[in-house]
């Protein structure tokens, strides 16, 4: 039994699809449970139940570090045996309590039970939030300009998690998970474009710290300007290492989620 938390989130919606399809029974755990499908062998709770393994993901944002916390005291108390803990590439190992998943990561390290802890780079579903200008025909703000990441697809950081939540061999691992290439904006809009057989362009947008909701704009600038001087251009083969296959390109997500960039809700 695997409890999932973020169960209606992109990564977590996944690693449900994926944990039913091998037959593994999944608790999903969400604020609304309206929300979930009823499935065979899914389980919907608002609070965290008895598993053998737990999926930790808290949103993106400074209460990461408490949602994790309180999370994981629960799973421990509920009896629980491994953590999956979803963090994020260039997650530092030492104390940062102004990061957004340091102390989530430090709590599993200390919680007693076995962990992995997966950070993964950039998502290739965030470029879903180009859909409505890409509808209205406007050029793509790009904050990132020529920096190039190794944007992966959300559902091999999902087959990572099934694995590490399935078997005992990942126990004590730390993955940067990420996907086959380096990319830039316009490189991924120049992919996207020929897969939705469109032209689409990118427009510079210097990052500055208005650009970004005032929660989080101190981090999202930081991460901005890391990524335009090319801190985050890494590949790893982690997602190789533990599937026995490559990562899935974006050009692939794209082609498998055209659709998505045309459904206006
Ligand atoms: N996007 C990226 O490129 C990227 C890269 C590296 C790491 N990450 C990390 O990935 C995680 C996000 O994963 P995701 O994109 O799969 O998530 P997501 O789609 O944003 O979904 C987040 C889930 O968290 C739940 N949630 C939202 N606010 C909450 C709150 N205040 N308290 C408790 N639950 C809340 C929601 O569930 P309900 O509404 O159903 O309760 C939702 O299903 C973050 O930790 C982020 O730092 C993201």
Same mark, same amino acid.
């Given at each position: 039994?695997?409890?999932? =938390?973020?169960?209606?989130?992109?990564?977590?919606?996944?690693?449900?699809?994926?944990?039913?399809?091998?037959?593994?029974?999944?608790?999903?755990?969400?604020?609304?449970?309206? !929300?979930?499908?009823?499935?065979?062998?899914?389980?919907?709770?608002?609070? *965290?139940?008895?598993?053998?393994?737990?999926?930790?993901?808290?949103?993106?944002?400074?209460?990461?570090?408490?949602?994790?916390?309180?999370?994981?005291?629960?799973?421990?108390?509920?009896?629980?045996?491994?953590?999956?803990?979803?963090?994020?590439?260039?997650?530092?190992?030492?104390?940062?309590?102004?990061?957004?998943?340091?102390?989530?990561?430090?709590?599993?390290?200390?919680?007693?039970?076995?962990?992995?802890?997966?950070?993964?780079?950039?998502?290739?579903?965030?470029?879903?939030?180009?859909?409505?200008?890409?509808?209205?025909?406007?050029?793509?703000?790009?904050?990132?300009?020529?920096?190039?990441?190794?944007? *992966?697809?959300?559902?091999?950081?999902?087959?990572?998690?099934?694995?590490?939540?399935?078997?005992?061999?990942?126990?004590?691992?730390?993955? !940067?998970?990420?996907?086959?290439?380096?990319?830039?904006?316009?490189?991924?809009?120049?992919?996207?474009?020929?897969?939705?057989?469109?032209?689409? =362009? !990118?427009?510079?947008?210097?990052?500055?710290?208005?650009?970004?909701?005032?929660?989080?704009?101190?981090?999202?600038?930081?991460?901005?300007?890391?990524?335009?001087?090319?801190?985050?251009?890494?590949?790893?083969?982690?997602?190789?290492?533990?599937?026995?296959?490559?990562?899935?390109?974006?050009?692939?997500?794209?082609?498998?989620?055209?659709?998505?960039?045309?459904? !206006?809700?």
């Amino acid at each position: 039994m695997i409890l999932v =938390t973020g169960a209606t989130g992109t990564i977590g919606s996944a690693l449900v699809g994926q944990l039913l399809a091998r037959d593994v029974e999944v608790i999903a755990l969400t604020r609304d449970p309206s !929300t979930i499908e009823p499935r065979p062998g899914l389980t919907v709770t608002t609070e *965290i139940r008895k598993a053998d393994a737990v999926f930790l993901l808290a949103p993106p944002g400074p209460a990461g570090p408490d949602i994790d916390r309180a999370y994981l005291r629960r799973a421990v108390e509920a009896g629980a045996e491994r953590v999956v803990k979803l963090s994020a590439i260039g997650t530092p190992d030492e104390p940062d309590p102004k990061n957004w998943h340091q102390p989530g990561e430090q709590a599993v390290r200390e919680s007693g039970l076995a962990w992995t802890i997966l950070r993964p780079t950039t998502f290739a579903t965030n470029s879903l939030a180009w859909a409505a200008d890409i509808r209205a025909g406007r050029p793509i703000p790009n904050v990132f300009g020529a920096g190039r990441q190794g944007v *992966i697809d959300p559902a091999d950081i999902a087959a990572v998690a099934a694995e590490a939540l399935t078997t005992t061999e990942h126990g004590g691992r730390v993955y !940067t998970l990420t996907g086959p290439e380096l990319l830039s904006v316009p490189e991924q809009v120049a992919q996207l474009g020929e897969v939705l057989r469109t032209t689409l =362009t !990118t427009v510079d947008v210097p990052p500055t710290k208005d650009l970004f909701p005032a929660a989080i704009a101190e981090v999202a600038l930081a991460g901005a300007k890391l990524v335009r001087e090319g801190g985050n251009a890494i590949v790893t083969d982690d997602v190789e290492r533990v599937l026995g296959r490559r990562p899935g390109t974006y050009r692939a997500w794209a082609e498998e989620n055209r659709t998505r960039f045309y459904a !206006t809700s």
